[in-house]
């Protein structure tokens, strides 16, 4: 879904560079987008505020000009060392000379057009001691190198230079000096940096370094409109937990807390420029990010940059009332309005709590309703941490649905029915107020699923009571990401979302099939807690077009969750259907992969085997289910349909796979020593029995998945002959009669 969000900028001005600095890495890289799908992407936001009328950062100053003999020396040396093969260690040394050369010569050559090229190459081939050297060297100059168009990709190169370094324990102290002398000198004035377009790039750099994350990651210097998406309408994992916080180098955390504090400090009686200035607004942004977890220092850095006086922070108070109106003007500024995004998405709790009992209270609609505000709110909701909050949250907008959607604030809508559901809270009644936000008085529910894959389509209509099925219109981005989000919830929550989509007609399922976002719907249907007797309503639909579905880029995927949910008879028909462009689907990118999963091969050659084969393993599912208790939905459902939605997805999905394996290789034993449709299986009974041995020992260690696997995998050994179905039978006795003692244990 990455590629289908709207690319209009959230500020309004788009914030490009020059070429050279969109090459290389010093312009502003973090302009988020327009995620909210709705009609105001035309608006023009000014670049800075009233606030900035008194206020001009220094970001020009007069270069001295390079010596003739310098300039020649450099450019020999830049001829060396890209135009001839050399060895590692000569080219180190050669790097090395060259920025000895350059001493005190730093902010001519940085700044200088040509000459910074060479230099960056120099700082990426030179040794730690020798990239050290350079930068103690020019410290004292870093702002003023990272202030130029030239001289902030030196500065990112250098910085790129000092992060491989990072692992290197032994060379920490040298690291930690180096990075220091930068950190002191960027404080003495951190507004004119911070203020910059190309220092804003490089303090952003040289926070992540002190983090210790990458310095060119996209989660690092802020993530794309899609991807926050995603994540708050939990459509995909949090990177920011995982990559920015858990995986990352060993940094230099007190220089982190010290760069930030001194920074925010010596810019206190600035702060109003800082909060409204697009590029401070990227710098603080990171700051927090990379603050995240740390509870103290957020709860020293958060109130300074939401202008609360010192008095209140001492007193332990966040914000008074006078200055809520304040800030709620600010969040409609296009800056702020990203950095409150981010304040609420690290805020410790009891600052959260604050900001929504004091700030939000009473104003939610009216801020969801302008064009920048309305990202604060769903940062807001999407963030909310427990039932009281979406309380709050729910009295102010759940009655406003339709109002929202009129307005075009559907991101609104879908944060709240994804932290609904995230929470388990107000399921059932988010679910009906978004059936009622398009259905007209005592209509029935076979329209709500089109009008939401359709909302501009519907809401712009004049006529909504005569409102068709737009045959030539896209569908609504963030409509489908509802209903991805919708057939998340329980099935009893959902009747009349079941109800409508399996209502649609044979040449509506087929148009959302072929749109990614409708496609993706169709697929989140399929794997929802509906009934198995319900998904295949709709995929009966789609006979004698099976084959033209799995040529199509995203088909494959419907396809194969089709065939998951079907009967014996639809998957036979299926994998007919199938045969007729084997060939030109082997030849596509997910075909090899569908023909596969489906052994499409298989039923050609010998369908009573894959028929035999395709009972066995649902037999084995039902009996797998049986033994081990599955949830309710997974009983009442087809034995693939569902499996996904268990507690641990990717076990299960390990064991379906284990299944599918032994069952083809018992009904087939050719494929143990062939290898086609499964792994090669090792004939070595020693071998065998020291697996098992060791899957015993991991049983008694308390293993419950190695419990499932191993027992599953018992089951179907057992079935090998006919002469040992008695102790199978026997077993399954035995374990129903363990089973059941240990449930009066448990009681």
Known sequence: MAGEYSTHNHGGKKRGMNKKGNKKGGGDYSSQMNYDGGYDDTFNSKKFSRHQQDFEPQTSFVSKQVDPEVSKYFSEISNVIEGTEIDYEERAGICGNALEEARGKEVELATDYILSHTLQSLLEGCSLDHLCSFLHGCSKDFPRIAMDKSGSHVAESALKALAMHLQDTENYSLLEDTVTSICQAIVLNPVDVMCDCYGSHVLRSLLCLCKGVPIDSAESHGKKSSVVLAERLNLKPSHLDRNVLQQHSQ???????????????????????????????????TALKMLNGNEEELLHVIPILLGCS???????????????????????????SHLMEVILEVAPETVYNELLAKVFKNSIFDLSSHHCGNFVVQSLISHAKCHNHMDLIWEELGTKFKDLFEVGRSGVVASIIATGQRLNSHETKCCQALAASVSLANESARYIVPRILFLDNYFFCRDKSNWNWPNDAKMHVMGTLILQIVFKFPSEFIQAYISSITSLETDHVLHALKDFGGARVIEAFLCSNASGKQKRKLVVRLRGHFKDLSLHPSGAFTVEKCFSVSNMSMRELIVSELLDVQSELS??????????????????????????????KETAYKEFYATFGPNTSLKKNSFLSNTHRSSQPEKVKEIRKEIDNHVATLLDPSLKTAGKHTPEVDANPARDNKAKNKKRKSIDKGGSDNVIASKTIDVHSEKSSKSDEKKLKKRHKEESTSKSSRKKIKS
Do not use: C
């Open 251 to 285: 940094g230099f955390p007190n220089l982190l807390t010290y760069l930030v504090k001194e920074m925010l400090n010596a810019a206190r009686e600035d702060i109003k420029t800082l909060q409204v200035d697009q590029y401070s607004s990227l710098v603080l942004q």
């Open 310 to 336: 010192m008095e209140n922070i001492q007193e332990g108070k966040l914000i008074k009332d006078n200055a809520v109106h304040n800030l709620l003007s600010l969040m409609k500024e296009s800056a702020f």
């Open 587 to 616: 030849k596509t990118k997910q075909g090899p992969h569908l023909l596969r999963i489906l052994d499409v091969d298989g039923y050609a050659k010998r369908p009573e085997q894959w028929k035999s084969r395709q009972a066995t």
